[in-house]
Protein backbone atom coordinates (compact mmCIF):
# COMPACT_ATOMS: atom_id res chain seq x y z
CA UNK A 1 0.00 0.00 0.00
CA UNK A 2 0.88 3.61 -0.90
CA UNK A 3 0.36 6.31 0.90
CA UNK A 4 1.18 9.93 -0.09
CA UNK A 5 -0.05 13.27 1.53
CA UNK A 6 -1.32 15.99 -0.50
CA UNK A 7 -2.07 18.95 1.31
CA UNK A 8 -2.49 19.29 5.02
CA UNK A 9 -4.18 22.18 7.23
CA UNK A 10 -5.63 22.59 10.15
CA UNK A 11 -9.76 22.40 8.29
CA UNK A 12 -8.69 19.78 6.15
CA UNK A 13 -6.32 16.85 4.80
CA UNK A 14 -6.15 15.15 1.57
CA UNK A 15 -3.94 11.92 0.87
CA UNK A 16 -3.85 9.85 -2.02
CA UNK A 17 -4.02 5.59 -1.55
CA UNK A 18 -2.75 3.18 -3.56
CA UNK A 19 -3.15 -0.87 -2.66
CA UNK A 20 -2.76 -3.67 -4.68
CA UNK A 21 -3.96 -6.85 -5.11
CA UNK A 22 -2.09 -8.10 -1.87
CA UNK A 23 -3.26 -6.47 0.60
CA UNK A 24 -6.37 -4.66 1.59
CA UNK A 25 -6.44 -0.57 2.63
CA UNK A 26 -7.29 0.06 5.93
CA UNK A 27 -7.65 2.82 7.77
CA UNK A 28 -8.77 3.68 11.34
CA UNK A 29 -10.32 6.97 11.54
CA UNK A 30 -12.02 9.38 14.32
CA UNK A 31 -13.52 12.15 11.93
CA UNK A 32 -15.77 11.80 8.79
CA UNK A 33 -13.92 11.02 6.07
CA UNK A 34 -14.47 11.48 2.79
CA UNK A 35 -13.68 8.66 0.26
CA UNK A 36 -12.65 9.47 -3.26
CA UNK A 37 -12.48 6.94 -6.26
CA UNK A 38 -10.23 8.14 -8.63
CA UNK A 39 -9.96 4.18 -10.10
CA UNK A 40 -11.79 1.42 -11.24
CA UNK A 41 -14.41 0.41 -9.43
CA UNK A 42 -13.70 -0.58 -5.16
CA UNK A 43 -15.52 -2.11 -3.37
CA UNK A 44 -15.76 -0.03 0.32
CA UNK A 45 -16.63 -1.54 3.59
CA UNK A 46 -17.12 0.05 6.82
CA UNK A 47 -19.29 -0.61 9.91
CA UNK A 48 -20.85 -4.05 9.05
CA UNK A 49 -21.81 -2.92 5.34
CA UNK A 50 -19.94 -2.92 2.34
CA UNK A 51 -21.04 -0.60 -1.30
CA UNK A 52 -19.52 -0.40 -4.68
CA UNK A 53 -17.78 2.71 -5.31
CA UNK A 54 -17.94 3.85 -9.28
CA UNK A 55 -15.23 5.70 -10.66
CA UNK A 56 -14.77 9.46 -9.53
CA UNK A 57 -18.07 9.03 -7.47
CA UNK A 58 -17.60 9.50 -3.73
CA UNK A 59 -18.75 8.68 -0.38
CA UNK A 60 -19.16 10.41 3.37
CA UNK A 61 -18.53 7.87 6.54
CA UNK A 62 -19.44 8.80 9.83
CA UNK A 63 -16.67 9.26 12.36
CA UNK A 64 -18.37 6.59 14.53
CA UNK A 65 -17.62 4.11 11.84
CA UNK A 66 -14.23 4.14 12.56
CA UNK A 67 -12.68 1.92 9.88
CA UNK A 68 -12.85 1.30 6.72
CA UNK A 69 -11.33 -1.26 4.72
CA UNK A 70 -10.77 -1.59 0.75
CA UNK A 71 -9.75 -4.40 -1.00
CA UNK A 72 -7.63 -3.86 -4.00
CA UNK A 73 -6.55 -2.85 -6.46
CA UNK A 74 -7.70 0.42 -5.42
CA UNK A 75 -6.62 4.32 -6.40
CA UNK A 76 -8.44 6.19 -3.92
CA UNK A 77 -8.63 10.38 -2.13
CA UNK A 78 -9.18 10.11 1.58
CA UNK A 79 -10.13 14.01 2.80
CA UNK A 80 -10.72 14.20 6.42
CA UNK A 81 -10.17 16.83 9.51
CA UNK A 82 -6.76 16.13 10.50
CA UNK A 83 -4.65 15.98 14.14
CA UNK A 84 -1.80 17.95 12.04
CA UNK A 85 0.84 16.79 15.03
CA UNK A 86 -0.40 13.19 14.98
CA UNK A 87 -2.00 12.47 11.31
CA UNK A 88 0.95 14.43 9.05
CA UNK A 89 3.62 15.72 10.59
CA UNK A 90 4.77 12.77 13.05
CA UNK A 91 4.69 10.36 10.00
CA UNK A 92 6.03 12.27 7.43
CA UNK A 93 9.47 12.81 9.40
CA UNK A 94 9.61 10.04 11.20
CA UNK A 95 9.94 8.40 7.29
CA UNK A 96 12.28 10.63 6.40
CA UNK A 97 10.80 13.84 5.14
CA UNK A 98 12.65 16.83 5.99
CA UNK A 99 10.88 19.85 7.91
CA UNK A 100 10.55 22.51 5.02
CA UNK A 101 8.99 19.41 2.84
CA UNK A 102 6.35 18.63 5.58
CA UNK A 103 5.80 22.66 6.04
CA UNK A 104 4.89 23.08 2.09
CA UNK A 105 2.06 21.07 2.65
CA UNK A 106 -0.27 23.73 3.86
CA UNK A 107 -1.07 26.04 6.73
CA UNK A 108 0.05 25.19 10.19
CA UNK A 109 2.83 22.92 9.44
CA UNK A 110 6.03 24.88 9.02
CA UNK A 111 6.39 25.77 12.85
CA UNK A 112 5.18 24.19 16.29
CA UNK A 113 1.58 24.08 16.35
CA UNK A 114 -0.20 25.48 19.20
Known amino acids: MERTVLCAGP ?3 LERWQAGT ?5 HDFSTALVVSNTG ?16 ARSLLLPAALGRVRIPGPA ?4 GYLPDLEH ?6 LAAGHGAAAVAALG ?6 LT
Request: aromatic share 4%.
Open 87 to 92: DIRTPL
Open 22 to 26: TAPLV
Open 75 to 78: DVLL
Open 40 to 55: APVTVESGGRSERLGR
Open 107 to 112: EGLAGP
Open 11 to 13: YFA
